[in-house]
């Protein structure tokens, strides 16, 4: 299944074809008006540590829903949605460490888990299309840029660490526009954390980001940056929880609620 | 202290008396512009359900804040608030039983508590005057009228229960208002979730609510009714921890934070 065909179906569908893994790709883009999460699946022990980081840091980590312990099933996003199938690549992390990406994880299934599901800036991205502002990585069919920076969150327990950030570049006369859309889009980071100058918060090259893509800009854009929900992921990956497992970077869950 | 002379003084000093078990009233429209937070202490081990409690009942449950575990300081509600002190009356619950009610916690603080602070409507009732709409709870100096209602509340592990609501009368004229200013307060449990007839929500005499004071109407007045902080004290009863403290209904911990 390609992106492009992908792109033309319904919710329903698409996460079908995800959960069969006939596709593993990014999901910017696919089933456009519905509310996308960023997930994040840990041990009970871990998980009150965490749900506070989340309540602490509400701008990079706006939580969408958070699952009944042990229940794979995430019924108020989807009644179909089952957390074990249902996002195109999983990343496993054992005790902080990434030991394998996987595109179900129903063997690895505990029954203490717990899903924590977090808006993701994809929900608004088709709000700023529709308002005629271009998206780069949408455009050419690549996972937004991310970065690491130097804006701190506030800890809770076992989780702290730094702000990741997703870049989109924007000509002048479009950077107002979209920080009134984004901020009406409180479940899916709000408005932007920053713009322009990225040594500002800390990143040294943004032709290297840290996860996703290289952005291609062109003349007299400007890079705006919003939380990302990479932050929370960061977080879980430098506590070393014995295990944890999160969607891949730009391949999310895709809910039936709309953005 | 006298209520009276309390209205009168800045948050600081308010909170001060409070803290030296002068003043053991409610806190209705007392330090009118700021903040106030409905309390829940309970031990680590409930943390995550009742936290996870709170996500699924926003409108019940607004959190304001949840504490460093076994840290008495809440201090981005203010640098100086003590929770085993700062609240006017505290209800001590073992097992479910209210075993006490007392004007400190000190004796009772144990390193694994986490204090959950949760919105109160206070915070827009002076708002609500501002805009010249009466509250009665304030004019006659009595607590606020809370009932127990037949709305269910998400149930989150061993936190379950109906949603309890304060009541304030309104004129016909008023209740558009009321609703519009009320929803801008969504920490404040936002707009009301029903407006009139009370056995709708499943209460059967208006004259005995099962919290607070019984209100006064005048003629033509309307009963409005708010989600109501008390319903997440209602749902740690009904679940039985070993011991769980709250502020006594009505008398609330006041923030440094404006409304």
Redesign the interface.
């Known amino acids: 299944m390609q992106y492009e065909q992908l792109k033309t179906l319904e919710t329903k569908q698409a996460r079908q074809h995800i959960r069969a893994s006939e596709y593993t790709g990014h999901t910017a883009g696919i089933a456009k008006s519905n509310l996308q999460g960023n997930v994040v699946i840990l041990p009970?022990k871990y998980?009150?540590d965490f749900?506070?980081y989340c309540?602490?840091n509400p701008q990079s980590c706006p939580?969408i829903t958070?699952s009944?312990?042990g229940n794979p099933n995430l019924s108020e996003l989807g009644v179909d949605i089952d957390i074990r199938t249902d996002v195109p690549e999983y990343c496993v992390y054992k005790n902080g460490h990434l030991i394998n990406t996987t595109t179900d994880i129903l063997s690895l299934w505990q029954t203490g888990f717990?899903t924590f599901v977090i808006g993701c800036s994809f929900s608004f991205e088709q709000e700023l299309l529709n308002h005629n502002i271009p998206i780069r990585h949408i455009e050419n069919n690549k996972v937004v840029s991310m970065y690491l920076t130097n804006i701190n969150t506030r800890p809770?327990?076992i989780f702290s660490g730094s702000m990741v950030v997703s870049m989109r570049p924007m000509k002048l006369e479009h950077i107002a526009s979209a920080c009134i859309i984004s901020a009406k889009y409180s479940k899916a980071h709000g408005s932007p954390v920053h713009i322009g100058d990225p040594s500002i918060i800390g990143i040294r090259d943004i032709n290297q980001p840290n996860w996703g893509d290289k952005t291609q800009f062109k003349a007299s854009e400007v890079p705006v940056f919003w939380a990302c929900g990479v932050t929370p992921q960061n977080a879980v990956k430098a506590a070393c929880p014995a295990i944890c497992i999160t969607h891949s970077p730009g391949k999310m869950l895709i809910t039936d609620l709309l953005a």
Do not use: P
Request: charged residues 20%; hydrophobic residues 50%; glycine residues 8%.
């Open positions: 009970l998980a009150f749900l506070r309540q602490r939580l958070v009944d312990t717990v809770s327990g």
